[in-house]
């Protein structure tokens, strides 16, 4: 296992050892979905740490994907991946293709319109950079005239990098170029060709990329935020019930201890969040 998503064989034991025999107490399950004993997951699946596939595996895994298995196995429910691009997320739950849209999305006040969602970790976007030109900049605002790429569906970053490119034009500086790309690798080999100058996306997974490839990559003013946000489970607005399940499943996670060992287990403990919410968006 690489090093970031490395484990102690103590703290495997304690997530094991939490997991063992624990249920959600007298939670409700959507008959639909009790009666099929599968909770699908529309997810990109190409989001380390989070949720992801190991090179020539089809596994999914993950911080995201061992919460859910958890959550899953509580309910006495088998867990099951749809791969779904990020653009196709909410499209997928309103759809019905999945019961739970996942994979990095994030509860946005615009987003909360169409899904309800749960939140289980704190984030924010950054930027990264290739190692030789990283430390040229410091901001978003030194990007006046510059590339950058990020994926498609990411509004949240969108909204910030329009934002930042207005500010260029308005001081008299050509605007900042931005490509939408389907994946992460599509975007990391824009990068890695030199046809964008950055990739925006959630600092946990540029992160891992970071260290899957030492020298290679640099967090663009070493941990700038180009804007917080949390990171979150989405369901169907007609799904009120298996939302409400999750919620309390992962609450009952939080205060036994599973959820704190996973997030460590992947190195993401600095995103824990203290109280399981629905529909907080960091803008609130």
């Excluded at 958890?70 to 429910?77: C, P, T, V």
């Excluded at 901001?139 to 005239?145: P, Q, R």
């Amino acid at each position: 296992m690489k090093a970031v998503a490395g484990i102690s064989a103590c703290v495997l034991s304690v997530v094991f050892a939490l997991g063992v025999g624990a249920k959600a107490a007298e939670t409700p399950v959507p008959a639909g979905i009790k009666a099929k004993g599968v909770l699908t997951v529309g997810s990109q699946q190409t989001f380390p740490p989070v949720e992801f596939r190991e090179s020539g595996s089809q596994a999914v895994t993950g911080a995201s994907a061992d919460l859910l298995r958890e959550i899953a196995k509580r309910l006495e429910l088998r867990l099951e991946y749809v791969q779904s691009e990020y653009a196709a997320l909410i499209p997928g739950i309103e759809a019905g293709r999945f019961d739970i849209a996942s994979g990095g999305i994030s509860d946005t006040e615009e987003r909360e319109k169409t899904l309800d969602f749960v939140n289980y970790m704190r984030s924010g976007g950054a930027m990264l950079a290739l190692a030789a030109t990283a430390t040229q900049y410091r901001t978003i605002a030194d990007f006046c005239g510059k590339s950058v790429a990020t994926l498609l569906g990411s509004r949240v970053i969108m909204e910030k990098v329009e934002a930042a490119s207005s500010a260029c034009v308005a001081a008299g500086k050509p605007p900042i170029r931005a490509e939408q790309l389907p994946s992460a690798p599509d975007a990391r080999m824009q990068l890695d060709l030199r046809r964008v100058d950055a990739y925006l996306g959630d600092l946990p997974a540029l992160a891992y990329l970071g260290s899957q490839f030492p020298g290679r990559y640099g967090i663009v003013g070493g941990n700038y935020i180009l804007t917080p946000y949390i990171t979150s489970w989405g369901f169907s607005k007609k799904n009120a019930e298996l939302r409400d399940a999750v919620r309390a499943t992962l609450e009952q996670m939080v205060t036994d201890g599973t959820y704190k060992a996973i997030m460590t287990k992947w190195g993401l403990e600095g995103g824990l969040l203290d109280k399981i919410t629905i529909n907080l968006p960091a803008s609130k």
